[in-house]
């Protein structure tokens, strides 16, 4: 291996016979400096007669790649460049200038090299990464074998983790980042592992780096490899550093110390010395400056990420004829959290609600308002409000975060019914949801308009309703899966149609990332968000529903149906509790509603229970009057809270469904 190279200065007559030589060329080139003066080019270079007759006929210097023997033996590749020269002495016809790579034996003999390949070639170039892996890695890569034989950088974990707990007793904790070597052996990888957490103990050099933040050179001559070996409790060290000589550059900001460099180099090699840590201890300063930003980077980023990973759902849920995938893809490396969020929320009754939105702008704050959203999502879904209702709910909370700072999201929420087959579809200033009928040609849904979330409108957000075959797909996405700088939207939308021309029969994670191509390759996109759902109703055994008159025989008549229906599903254990909460679901609708009643029961999950009217008061449940008595009015719904494990209201074009659910297998 070659560390760096060496120059070499030759001055010719036109004939190419050497006068001049510096003291580089004589070491390298010939015993003594008698060898080469008087000497022909082509004896010193064999090959370099051709150049230097190009050079004098042209005027321009040329270079040229040659193989040079060394007077220690061996050839070393060089490249050599003979300069024409005018107005020097005049014997001087050209100079020749050699460029050598220095042996391993000697690269560590000249201080001005050293300096050279440390602090001005590699150091500059590798500083501009922000990985702090990478640039461990790099670090290391510039010190070995330009400065010592081995070495290794370690930082203190309280630094790369703020979560790390403060030293403990044994002292404080260091992660050992990389490690270089130039001898191949493995036992330095074995003996040192990379991404170990470490402790040293105290009194050992590392240690004393560590307290006093300070260079600490010591020499491992006799049995002090053998002496840090039992203090570190590694056998192997001994070998290894048998000799050496070991100098430790702490890694200083204003944070404290952050850890150190360890350098070695072995018994065949000059040891360090005074200027050595000069060297060294300028080369950590500047290292430091570059460490402590890919360190602040890396928790921001580590901060950033975990904020959107606890932001985004875990889990998507469905009804179980339901397919649903998603993806999500940040805008760049960089700027890995945004506002583009997705949602899949089952509910009662075999029904889901799809939603996927879009926070405008990047980073935390978009992640954070996209927090807010999916928290009041979930809220509203809870609350079965149709989905332009809480489109608008939305839209309110929206324009209320918007008062301290100006925020605007867009927003796709669909409501799917498995039993019924039929959808809700509303969307804020969205990009219309793609739907994909089984043997039918895409088509983008013309759902009304309204303005994005907290841009606020004229007048209310309006929904579409319709009814899907089983197997039809739908798909919502944000603007950046379809538009870019250098793409009109238009023919991302034409595109992403010609994706799904053919997928209603494909894998939906196929789907996804045919729809992705392309996209990765975009490094000024913005977040992408996407949900695509395979839509299919329950299967016809798996739920019942019945019209029954608002009179009072209804009630009767709708426990027998509820009997004869568990007894065909073999949920006779379930008859009498269902039975009763029927019996009072039924007896609310006629009391407060009138017209015809219908009781749908559904085997999704759990065992829901569902009754229609008209109505669209809200019922409530009230224990006692303001004397502390019970009442009457509202005890039906105290006991069907008592007894389903869950129950609710939704709103319906008609009027209501109250609904209650039990489990279908009892928890353990």
């Known amino acids: 291996m070659e560390s760096s190279t060496r120059i070499l200065i030759l001055g010719m007559d036109s004939s190419g016979r050497v006068l001049q030589f510096d003291r580089n060329a004589a070491a390298v080139l010939g015993p003594d400096g008698n060898g080469l003066l008087g000497a022909h080019l082509d004896e010193v270079i064999p090959g370099a007669r051709e150049p230097l007759l190009e050079a004098l006929k042209a005027g321009r210097e040329r270079t040229a790649m040659l193989a040079v023997e060394a007077a220690s033996g061996g050839l070393l590749d060089a490249v050599v460049t003979v300069h024409p020269m005018n107005g020097s002495a005049p014997d001087i016809a050209a100079l020749a200038v050699v460029r050598v790579p220095v042996p391993l034996a000697d690269r560590f003999v000249d201080p001005a090299v050293i300096r050279r390949a440390l602090l001005d070639d590699a150091l500059p170039r590798i500083g501009s990464t ?13 010190l070995v074998p330009h400065f010592c034989n081995s070495g290794a950088l370690l930082l203190l974990e309280t630094h790369l983790d703020a979560d790390e707990a403060p030293d403990g007793p044994d002292g404080p904790q260091l992660r050992r980042m990389a490690i270089g070597f130039d001898d191949d052996d493995p036992a330095w990888d074995a003996t040192f592992p990379t991404g170990e957490s470490v402790v040293y103990p105290a009194g050992t050099p590392y240690a004393q780096c560590l307290s006093s933040g300070e260079a600490v050179l010591r020499a491992l001559g006799g049995d002090g490899a053998s002496v840090l070996a039992s203090d570190l409790r590694r056998p192997p060290v001994g070998d ?26 072995t018994v065949a090699h000059r040891p360090f010395d005074a200027y050595d840590v000069e060297i060294g201890m300028e080369f950590a300063n500047r290292a430091s400056i570059f460490i402590e930003s890919a360190r602040q980077y890396s928790r921001e980023r580590a901060t950033a990420l975990t904020l959107q990973r606890s932001l985004l759902p875990t889990g998507l849920s469905a009804p179980s004829p339901v397919e649903v995938h998603h993806r999500y893809l940040p805008g760049s490396r960089l700027i890995e959290v945004g506002g583009d969020w997705y949602e899949s929320i089952a509910l009662p009754g075999a029904r889901v609600a799809l939603v996927v939105g879009d926070v405008a702008g990047h980073g935390v704050k978009a992640a954070v308002t996209m927090g807010r959203l999916r928290t009041a999502i979930h809220t509203l879904a809870g609350l ?39 959808c809700e579809v509303a969307s ?8 994909v009928p089984p043997g039918a040609e895409p088509e983008y849904l013309p759902v009304p308009p309204a303005p994005p979330l907290g841009v606020g409108g004229d007048g209310p957000i309006v929904s579409r309703e319709f009814d899907v075959e089983d197997g039809t797909l739908l798909f919502l996405y944000t603007d950046g899966l379809v538009e870019n700088r250098a793409r009109d939207i238009d023919d991302g939308l034409a595109r992403l149609r010609g994706v799904f021309g053919d997928g209603a029969a494909r894998p939906l994670d196929e789907l996804c990332q045919t729809a992705l191509d392309g996209v990765y390759d975009d490094e000024h996109r913005d977040d992408i968000a996407m949900l695509v759902a395979r839509l299919a109703r329950i299967p016809a055994d798996r739920h019942a529903t019945w019209e029954l008159p608002a009179e009072p025989a209804a009630v009767r008549r709708a426990r027998g149906l509820i009997r004869d229906q568990l007894n065909r599903w073999g949920l006779d254990d379930l008859a009498h509790p269902t039975m009763l909460l029927a019996s009072e679901l039924v007896t609310n609708a006629i009391r407060h509603a009138g017209g015809r009643i219908k009781l749908r029961l559904v085997r999704e999950g759990g065992l829901v229970c569902e009754v229609f009217d008209s109505a669209d008061g809200r019922p409530r449940v009230r224990h006692r009057d303001e004397d502390g008595d019970m009442v009457e009015s509202g005890r039906g719904l105290h006991v069907v809270g008592r007894l389903a494990s869950r129950w609710g209201v939704r709103r319906t074009p008609e009027g209501k469904v109250v609904w209650c659910e039990q489990a279908l297998s009892p928890p353990r």
Do not use: N
């Not at 922000?130 to 510039?142: F, I, S, W």
């Not at 048998?242 to 204003?254: E, Q, Y």
């Open 384 to 422: 079965e409000l149709p989905p332009a209702e809480a489109l608008e709910r939305l839209d309110s909370l929206m324009r209320t975060l918007g008062e301290r700072e100006p925020h605007f999201a867009t927003c796709a929420y669909v409501v799917y019914d498995a039993v019924s087959g039929r």
């Open 130 to 142: 922000l990985d702090l892996e990478m640039l461990a890695r790099g670090l290391m890569d510039v």
């Open 428 to 435: 804020a200033g969205h990009l219309p949801p793609l739907l």
């Open 240 to 265: 290894l550093l048998k000799g050496a000589s070991m100098l430790l550059l702490p890694i200083t900001s204003a944070a404290g110390v952050l850890g150190f460099f360890v350098c070695t180099r």
